[in-house]
């Protein structure tokens, strides 16, 4: 974990309250796909933590949805504003696992954080499907993305008002060697039952500190309590337990 300063390079809407945001800054503290980073806001008590969606050593670029007080401030950053960020927070996505023709799931703002994975993979050689779940069209965002890295791309929404009809787990391939999830925890509690190889997953969760230090955010895993802003937010498909 580190605390840098980010200056707002761009910050655009995507779609209905969804917000892309380019910053610039020392980001050589993040070292794997899925991490995330925490944001200080001013008036607001806690951080926010946000998964990363694309970085490299000298910028971050972060998507969000507007829930709150908090990503409401933050969509009204403008170019040159400064945040105080901590970054390189919890573990990342294992792509030592991926096999060939790796699957990856994302739902709503549960996509942002496999951009980068689908891009690492890529580049590694990997035959790389993602699907993407919305509820409506007006939900749609980073399908284009996500192409132009060479992914095959299917996307979902709910009411059929595009793409696929349906949840992503009715969209599944009949095969693939592995697969990487991020969303609600509804669906990947749905995307637990329905594929057929390991798999991991992301996790959100209400975050006090984001380092380990409340306690807040813990789990139940088969190998004990672990906390989702440090030991996760991901975990294997093997240790999950769900609460009923």
Request: net charge neutral.
């Amino acid at each position: 974990m580190k605390k840098e300063k980010f200056v707002v390079v761009s910050n655009e809407s995507l779609c209905s309250n969804v917000y892309k945001m380019v910053l610039s800054g020392d980001a050589q503290g993040i070292t794997s796909c899925g991490q995330f980073v925490n944001i200080r806001l001013d008036g607001e008590y806690l951080r926010r933590p946000i998964s990363v969606c694309d970085y490299d050593k000298d910028s971050l670029t972060i998507i969000y949805k507007v829930v709150g007080s908090g990503t409401e401030i933050m969509s009204r950053a403008k170019a040159g504003d400064e945040f105080d960020i901590l970054i390189g927070l919890g573990n990342g996505y294992d792509i030592s696992e991926s096999g060939a023709t790796p699957l990856l799931i994302g739902g709503g703002v549960g996509v942002p954080p496999l951009y980068n994975l689908a891009k690492t993979l890529i580049k590694n050689g990997k035959k790389v499907t993602v699907i993407l779940g919305f509820n409506t069209a007006d939900e749609v965002f980073y399908e284009n993305e996500f192409k132009k890295l060479g992914a095959d791309v299917i996307v979902t929404t709910v009411d059929g008002s595009y793409g696929k009809k349906g949840f992503v787990t009715q969209a599944l391939p009949d095969s693939y060697s592995y697969f990487y999830t991020c969303g609600p925890e509804p669906m990947l509690k749905a995307v637990y039952k329905a594929t057929s190889t390991s798999g991991q997953f992301s996790f959100e969760k209400r975050m006090g500190c984001g380092f380990g230090a409340c306690m807040g955010c813990s789990c139940k895993t088969v190998t004990g309590y672990k906390r989702i802003c440090k030991e996760g937010p991901v975990l294997r498909k093997e240790e999950i337990l769900w609460e009923s």
